[in-house]
């Protein structure tokens, strides 16, 4: 069976990978939270309405990408430390995956230049730790997601 990205059944094959299931739980937005720091999943926690959002925290890009494959993920947050600080190729390796995601890059300041390469290497936005004030971010990414624009972001940045 294949889902579409609202999580609706559409009955007949495309050319995206097949996905069990849409979410976790009915009703509540995914987050992939990918850090190699526990205490960011609590600080993410919360910040966030449980009622709107289930946090999912992985280590690294690779437990990242198998999440993707057996739950669709709206939102993604990765921290700029992920890959030995090498984030670049951790966006690229998730927009790589069947059912891409927006990208929120976490770092530990917000500077403007890192804003910029970041949305130049195909992430969303840039957040700051202690991840305040970020559910709006997460909203707007979501949205940006169920619309199907993240496909149309992977080609205007990697298949120039």
Known sequence: MFYSPT???????????????AATRPGITDVLLIS??????L???????????????VRTCEEATAVMASILIPVIVCDQ???????????????SSPHPAPVLLAAGTY????????IDHGGFDLIT????????KLKA???HW???????????????
């Open 36 to 41: 190699p720091h526990e205490f960011d999943k």
């Open 43 to 57: 600080m993410l926690e919360q910040d966030l309405s449980p009622k709107e959002w289930h946090v999912i925290h």
């Open 111 to 118: 500077d403007w230049r890192l804003w910029i390469d970041t």
């Open 81 to 95: 430390s992920v890959g030995g600080g090498q984030w670049q190729e951790a966006l690229k390796a998730l927009f």
């Open 141 to 143: 990414a979501s949205r």
């Open 7 to 21: 999580g609706s059944s559409t009955g007949k094959a495309t050319a995206l990978a097949p996905v069990p299931r």
């Open 146 to 160: 169920k619309e199907g624009r993240v496909r149309r972001t992977w080609d205007h940045f990697f298949r120039r």
């Open 129 to 136: 730790k202690p991840f305040r004030g970020v559910e709006e």
